[in-house]
């Protein structure tokens, strides 16, 4: 689900990335600091998870290896990085 266009699109987009996951994890550790995107946060495993921040943005990438028989799966979220963020209520 995309909204908006441009550089100020928010959402969430999922990606086939086939079954070399480490290139798909190397491509976007290498490529979005050359767009200007700072590393935030970097976890390399079965489950593999990236933040990045870029002015107001922040992009959280979550790569999942879907094991012998599937390929890799990338979700990209991108997000306001100032948003509010609301506390759930005890009931």
Known sequence: ???GAGDNWV???VLDVGRDL???YRFFLETYPGQGWAVVSAVRGKNSFMVMTRQ???ATFEMVDGGLLGGGVVSLTMA????AVMVPKKL
């Not at 306001?80 to 948003?83: A, E, G, I, L, M």
């Open 11 to 13: 959402g969430r987009v």
């Open 80 to 83: 306001p990085r100032n948003s």
């Open 1 to 3: 689900m995309i909204i």
């Open 22 to 24: 480490d290139a798909a």
């Open 56 to 58: 107001e943005r922040t």
